[in-house]
């Protein structure tokens, strides 16, 4: 048996059950709600992958910071940057960076691609931010076959700032999750800590995630709990 990363993981999930929903996303200031499976994801994936990978050159050794909000568009980019083999981080100066509007001044990187949480689907209708470009668009024209994604890190290559591969799973199990479980957040990402408590963790346990954005009311956040079956809930 292979060591895990937690690529790996994302890759055994897939082949295990790829219809199995993996991310649900609620906006409750616009009404929307998306949700993809493992194979819909994957097919992102796969995308972030050669983007990162074929176009730009990069792999393992090499870093990307991550200050996109939580939501279904940043699930994607996450694990994508990991199939590349790149360790993730949420500051400094990195070989690419993926922002949101709201986040542009943070990049330090030669390549920027912004998201547009608003309309992540179909990127920006007016072109990405200045300094940018637009993730979606960028993406689009990747291949999208996850036979083409070819896994180059190893547990011992660094994950998070100061965390290996391996020790990123180790985490991801800690955070305490039963196998299979739903865990429905309304928590935004700030860094590490959120994007293993949220995205890796269920991934770990063979789990999966509902990300309630912009909501404080707790009747709403109930009721979706209800009608995704979450079992945990993480705020």
């Known amino acids: 048996m292979h060591q895990l990363t937690p690529e790996r993981q994302f890759a055994d999930l ?3 059950e790829p219809s199995r929903p993996f991310v649900t996303y609620y ?3 616009t009404g929307e709600r998306s949700e993809l499976s493992v194979k819909s994801l994957a097919n992102w994936v796969a995308k ?3 983007l990162l990978g074929t176009e730009l050159g990069l792999g393992v050794g090499d870093t990307a910071l991550i200050a996109v909000p939580a939501h279904w568009i940043s699930v994607p ?3 994508g940057c990991l199939t590349a083999g790149l360790e993730l981080t949420a500051d400094g100066a990195t070989d690419v960076a993926f922002v949101a509007p709201a986040t542009m001044s943070v990049a330090d990187a030669g390549d920027v691609y912004a998201i547009a ?7 920006f209708r007016d072109g990405a931010p200045d300094g940018t470009h637009d993730y979606v668009t ?3 024209p990747q291949a999208d076959a996850w036979p083409t994604v070819q896994l180059s890190a190893g547990p011992s290559d660094r994950c998070l700032p100061g965390l290996t591969r391996a020790e990123v799973v180790e985490r991801a199990k ?7 479980e739903r865990l429905l957040t ?6 590490p800590d959120d994007w293993i408590e949220t995205v890796l963790a269920p991934l770990a346990v063979g789990g999966s995630l509902v990300i309630v954005a912009n909501c404080t009311d707790d009747d709403v956040i109930e009721r979706r709990a209800t009608q995704e079956r979450a079992t945990r809930r993480l705020t």
């Open 14 to 16: 897939l082949a295990a």
């Open 27 to 29: 906006d409750e200031a």
């Open 48 to 50: 972030t992958h050669h």
């Open 77 to 79: 980019i996450v694990l």
């Open 117 to 123: 949480p608003d309309s992540a689907a179909v990127g």
């Open 138 to 140: 960028a993406v689009r």
């Open 174 to 180: 800690a955070v305490g999750l039963a196998q299979g």
């Open 186 to 191: 309304t928590r935004d990402w700030s860094g």
